[in-house]
């Protein structure tokens, strides 16, 4: 199996030196390098194509505000994790924003720093304990505040019989596909348009359309 | 993957874990895993959401595994009611899937943790540990999840925002654009010269983040200004 390639983003060029040491110690992982200028990442990326980068948050203050964007134009396969010394709640959001992968704390155990290179690997994301914390603060700020889409006010179960409604299926269909009563379905028609704020069966599709529930 | 399990230096207090889960050998499984870890106490199982609300009343956990799909009452149902009634327990979610439709439900009814079925003992003990100490636990694919989901609502609240911004003449004139019209229609339609017409698309589109018509017309779609 080929080694995950990592290149490491610190402007504390010790710092750096350190983590890879760590990384090197893994079977699994190859530290094949160290930025410790801003300007340098975009251009030593596109040279050598890393799977991931390594970077403290540091390096995206002030000049380095693009750095994200320009490590992903410069190699959109190379993933991006993200190393903080504060848990500041603005940077961690607006890393993610910009197209990072994960972010840990730099006093996180070797371990964890292991464990979240191999999870961006496979595709995932990684949040350490505490970030994960104020992502879901984040998330339910956004899930509840004046710009919430209704569709979220919905459940499971009501989406399901939205996407079914949409489609054009007769009650008495739906009703017996997602083996409940008639008068059930007609409850949940009512529910769904009452949270939607639609009037009849075409605004409803339209709906379903627009949200891509369904396609033309 | 192996997940690091962090040795904790003080064992005075074990960290007490109910377990609410329909299978028998995943129950036996999770229990003797824990049982091999000096700082995690097994302290009660229930076979359905309805037990695991009654049990946990009585014996007052630190932290609950809580399975989503149970027979009787399930384990949305159950964690909202214990995180009301007892808002200091923590809970984690054990999903089968990767991915899950409940995400969002689980978070507003006060879970603190995902972890997926397959994952590593270690990873679900570091879970049980981050949840203790008021921190949240997100298994990979749960976590890419929830950013991605974030963001998307994030950019939909400030399109909302952005469209609010809109004067009402520059509503009306999104509206023809999107509907395929050309700055000399819109013009004649309006009564106003094209230069103005013009001037009035540079601001749209500085004031929606679009740089072109394509643009224009996906945004006016996403917002329901134009219904396909």
């Not at chain 2, 809970?91 to 439709?101: C, F, P, R, S, Y």
């Amino acid at each position: 199996m080929d080694k995950i390639r990592v290149l490491v983003a610190d402007r504390n060029s010790f710092v750096a030196d350190g983590i890879c040491a760590v990384l090197k110690a893994n079977e699994t992982i190859d530290a094949i390098g160290v930025v410790v200028s801003s300007e340098e990442i975009a251009g030593t990326v596109k040279g050598c194509t890393p799977d991931i980068v390594l970077m403290d948050t540091a390096m995206t203050d002030g000049d380095g505000a693009g750095i994200i964007e320009s490590i992903r134009r410069a190699s959109s396969g190379t993933r991006i994790l993200l190393m903080t010394e504060h848990e500041d709640r603005e940077r961690i959001v607006k890393g993610f924003r910009m197209g990072s992968h994960g972010c840990i704390l730099k006093r996180a155990s070797s371990e964890d720093l292991i464990f979240a290179i191999l999870a961006v690997h496979q595709g995932g994301y990684f949040l350490y304990p505490s970030i994960a914390k104020t992502m879901v603060g984040e998330y339910m700020r956004v899930l509840k505040g004046p710009n919430a889409d209704p569709y979220d006010r919905l459940t499971p179960h009501e989406k399901l019989v939205l996407k079914t409604l949409a489609q054009g299926h007769k009650s008495r269909e739906i009703a017996r596909s997602l083996n409940m009563t008639s008068e059930a379905v007609a409850r949940h028609r009512a529910r769904i348009m009452l949270k939607l704020g639609v009037h009849n069966q075409t605004d409803l599709v339209k709906y379903a359309l627009r949200r891509h529930l369904i396609e033309l | 993957m192996k997940y690091p399990c962090r040795v904790k230096k003080c064992f005075m207090n074990k960290i007490s874990v109910f377990l609410a889960d329909d299978h028998f050998i995943l129950r036996e499984g999770i229990r003797s895993l824990l049982e091999k870890v000096p700082d995690i106490e097994m302290i009660g199982e229930a076979n359905d959401g309805r037990e695991a609300v009654a049990k946990v009343e009585e014996l007052l956990p630190d932290v609950v595994l809580m399975d989503i799909t149970m027979n009787g009452m399930n384990g949305l149902e159950a964690t909202r009611i214990i995180k009301e009634r007892h808002p200091s327990i923590k809970v984690i979610i054990l999903t089968m899937h990767e991915t899950d439709q409940y995400l969002s439900e689980m978070l507003e009814a006060g879970a603190s943790g995902y972890v997926v079925k397959t994952t590593s003992s270690s990873e679900l003990v570091s879970a049980i540990r981050s949840v203790y100490q008021g921190d949240v636990h997100l298994y990979p694919s749960i976590a890419r999840m929830l950013v991605e989901d974030y963001l998307q609502k994030v950019k939909i609240g400030e399109e909302k925002e952005s469209y609010n911004g809109l004067t009402a003449r520059e509503k009306e004139i999104l509206r023809y654009i999107a509907d395929g019209k050309q700055n000399k229609e819109i013009a004649d339609l309006l009564g106003i010269s094209i230069r103005t017409v013009q001037s009035h698309r540079t601001n749209l589109m500085d004031k929606l983040g679009a740089h072109d018509r394509t643009e224009l017309v996906k945004y006016a779609i996403r917002k329901g200004i134009i219904n396909l």
